[in-house]
């Protein structure tokens, strides 16, 4: 069974570009969720999908939003970055109380 | 308001000492808690989990005890070695939504050799 796959997992962008990330989640798996991590702020959620609605939403200004699929893969688009955009940014599918995720994607903002 | 919390964003343990990592939890509703390691570049992998109804749950060098009524459970990784070194996120399900994983900021803990 294939696990959860990213792309890509390394991108430059200058200020003020956009950026869309995209991820499969494992089959099966309607939930998918999103989080970024920087150094010394550990995972911090964005938001999770179920069956194409978003169901939550973390604390992270509107430039941050993304979209699910009727396949369950979920794409995250940044809109006019910013050098603190900077971070891995990981996805995860769950099913039954359980979480895996995707190796990420590096963006780096320069 | 953060659900999943821990108050320790690092720990330094010396290698063949025991490796102690807190979680406190608010949602009195989570009834199924997870563990989580991260190395530097990759995707968290599970560790260990624990269900409510449990109140300890054991897998070779690691320990995961639940006291549901402080809210609060707490890795055991004994002996450290260098290669536990990592970040690790303690996370929880709700009963009303097992899709729905919420997790905590991360500790990262170092093994010193």
């Known amino acids: 069974k294939a696990g959860v796959t990213q792309t890509p997992r390394y991108l430059i962008k200058t200020r003020g570009q956009q950026v869309t990330l995209s991820c499969s989640p494992i089959?099966?798996?309607?939930?998918v969720s999103w989080y970024q991590q920087t150094p010394g702020q550990g995972l911090q959620f964005l938001f999770e999908?179920?069956?194409?609605?978003?169901?939550n939403k973390g604390n992270f200004p509107g430039r941050f939003s993304g979209r699910q699929f009727s396949n369950s893969r979920s794409e995250m688009n940044v809109s006019t970055l910013e050098l603190g955009d900077s971070a891995l940014y990981l996805c995860?599918?769950?099913?039954?109380?359980?979480?895996?995720f995707g190796q990420g994607t590096r963006l780096t903002v320069v | 308001d953060q659900q999943v919390k821990q108050n320790s964003p690092s720990l330094s343990v010396q290698e063949g000492r025991i490796s102690i990592l807190n979680c406190d939890y608010t949602?009195?509703?989570?009834?199924?808690f997870l563990w989580y390691k991260k190395y530097p570049a990759e995707g968290p992998t599970f560790l260990i989990s624990?269900?409510?109804?449990?109140d300890k749950n054991e897998d070779g060098r690691f320990t995961v005890f639940l006291n549901k009524s402080a809210k609060h459970l707490s890795l055991h990784i004994v002996p450290s070695q260098p290669g536990d070194s990592a970040v690790y996120f303690c996370?929880?399900?709700?009963?009303?939504?097992?899709?729905?994983?919420?997790f905590g900021p991360g500790t990262s803990l170092s093994v010193i050799p």
């Open positions: 995860a599918s769950s099913l039954n109380g359980e979480a895996f």
């Open positions: 089959s099966g798996h309607r939930s």
């Open positions: 999908y179920f069956s194409e609605t978003q169901r």
């Open positions: 949602n009195s509703m989570f009834d199924y």
């Open positions: 624990i269900s409510s109804i449990k």
């Open positions: 996370a929880a399900t709700l009963k009303t939504s097992y899709d729905k994983v919420i």
